[in-house]
């Protein structure tokens, strides 16, 4: 299984939206559930501050991901523009693989 980790920093008036476009039940997870290789987003606010969290999105493996951004690379590129406007910066963690 792969896991890709995202750091993001949502600005103080758009906090809200940031949390309903990302949340498990969120855009995100929509879009991403047209894809069988999608398993599941979770959303992580840290507990010091309240404008910085995680997001960690499930896949069955890379090749499904990649697969998925290459069919749907049209409304990917359409969401992520759509809510550029409701982050400060966005920082790929990593990509990770499950080993137990």
């Known amino acids: 299984m792969l896991v890709i980790l995202y750091e993001f920093v949502a600005k103080p008036d758009r906090i ?30 840290d507990t010091h501050d309240p404008r910085r969290y995680l ?8 090749e499904t991901f990649e ?8 409304a990917y590129d359409t969401l992520d523009e759509r809510c550029r406007r409701l982050i400060e910066r966005e920082t790929l963690v990593g990509r990770f693989d499950f080993l137990h």
Do not use: Q
């Not at 476009?21 to 959303?43: H, I, K, Q």
């Open 16 to 45: 809200a939206d940031f949390e309903t476009l990302y949340a498990g039940d969120g855009a995100w997870a929509e879009l991403f559930r047209r894809s069988p290789g999608f398993v599941s987003t979770t959303l992580m606010r």
């Open 55 to 62: 997001v960690a999105d499930r896949w069955t493996s890379a």
């Open 67 to 74: 697969d998925f951004k290459r069919t749907h690379a049209t």
